[in-house]
C-alpha cells in the first residue's frame, strides 16, 4: 500500500513539475500582442484634426488593454508627419506599436470684406475700401499678406471690381472680389480748379524752364513722363519735380504705338517697365497713367482691333487709374505752335464748376509752351481759379474708347 501511495504520489508530483514547465515554457514564449483598430497609417487634415480609432492589448487569452500607454508628438494645428506610439507591459514582457499620422493642409484662407461683396457709392465721392480680414486654418490670422487689386474711379460712373488674394504658407490660394457701383447724382464740385498735366517729358530743353515756372507761382502739376533713359541728369529732374510737390504718372516707356498698342501683354509690360524704373530710381510709387493718344486713340484700330477697350479695363483692374484731359492746350498739333494760340486754347477749355484737366507738353519740341505757361497762369488766378496736382482717387477725365 504505501508503496502504491509513494508511487502515486510521485506521478503527481511529475505532473506538477511538468505543469509548472509548461506554464513557465508558454510564460517564456508569450508576448503581449497590441492591435491597433484603423489603418496604422492616417492621413488627416488641420481642419479635420486627428481623432483616435483605438486599440487594444491581450496577453494571451487576458485582456491588458487598460494597461496600454500611449504617447504622441502630434500637432494637429501644424502639417507634418507624426508618430503615436503605443506601449503595454505584463508579467515583465512589454509590446509596442506605432501608427503614422500625416496631417496635411489642403484648406485655402478664409478672406472677409467688411461691408459686403457690393457697395454702391455717389459719383465724385471719395471711396476709402471698407477693409478686409483674412484667417487660416493653421496660419491663423493672415490679413495681413492679403494683396489687393483695382481701384474705383468715383469721377467715371459704372461698375468696378476689387480683388483680394492670399496664400498660406503651404501654398493653398484664396481670392474675393468686390464689386463697387459708382452712381447716382455727383457730390457738388469745387469752382474753378485746373490740372495742369504735361506729356512726353523729360527734356533738357524744356522741363527746366517749367519747372522753374510753376515754381516761381507756386503752382502744382502732374507730369506724364515717358522712358527717360535712366540719365542723371533727367532722374534729377525728376527729382525735381517731386521735391517741388508735382506728381509724376505713367505715360508708357515707349511711345511708338505699332509697338505698345500689338496686344494687352505687351502694353501692361510697357508701363511696368517704366514703373520699375521709376520705382527704382525714386523711390516712388505712381499711380496714374495716361495713354499715348488717349483713351480715345484710333491709331490703334490698325494695330490691334478693340485694345483699348480691353487696356482701359485691365489697367484699372491692375490697379492704376487713368486719365485722359478736357482741356486741349494744342501744342500736340504740331511743333512751334505760337504762345498766343496755346494761351487762347487753354482759356476757351477752362470752364467753371470742373474739374479742368489740360493737356500739355514738355518735350524739346515745345518750347513754345514753357513760353505760354506763365500768361495761362496769370489769367487762371485773375479768373479766380485754383490749381493742383493730380492724386490718388482724385479727378480724373475719361474720353468715350473708340476702339
Known sequence: MKRRFALAALIVFVFLILIALSLGAIWYITEP????????????????GYHEPGYSAKFRFVDITDRVEVTADLDEKKPGEYSVDYSVCFLKKTANATRTVIVTDKEPPVITLNGG???????NSSFEDPGYSAQDDSDGDVTASVETKGIVDTYDPGTYSISYRVSDSHGNEATKVRTVIVEGEPEVKPEKV??????DGPSEAVTPEILRILKEYDVPATFFIIGYYRSEENIDLLKEMLAQGH?????GYSHEYGEIYESVPVFMDNIRSLEDNIRSDLNYEPFMIRFPGGSSNTVSKDICEGIMSKLVAEVQKEGYYYTDWNVDS???????ISAEQIVSSVKRGCKKNRYNIVLMHD?????????????????????????AAMEKGGPTVHQRVAN
Request: aromatic fraction near 8%.
Open 117 to 123: 461683396d457690393t457697395i454702391k457709392v455717389l459719383t
Open 247 to 251: 506728381t509724376i504718372g505713367i505715360h
Open 33 to 48: 500582442v497590441i492591435t491597433l483598430r484603423g489603418e496604422e497609417t492616417i492621413e488627416t487634415s488641420v481642419k479635420e
Open 194 to 199: 485746373i490740372y495742369l498735366t504735361f506729356d
Open 330 to 336: 494744342g501744342d500736340a498739333s504740331g511743333n512751334g
Open 363 to 387: 518735350s524739346g519740341a515745345k518750347g513754345t509752351t514753357a513760353e505760354a505757361l506763365p500768361q495761362i497762369i496769370e489769367w487762371a488766378k485773375e479768373e479766380g481759379y485754383t490749381f
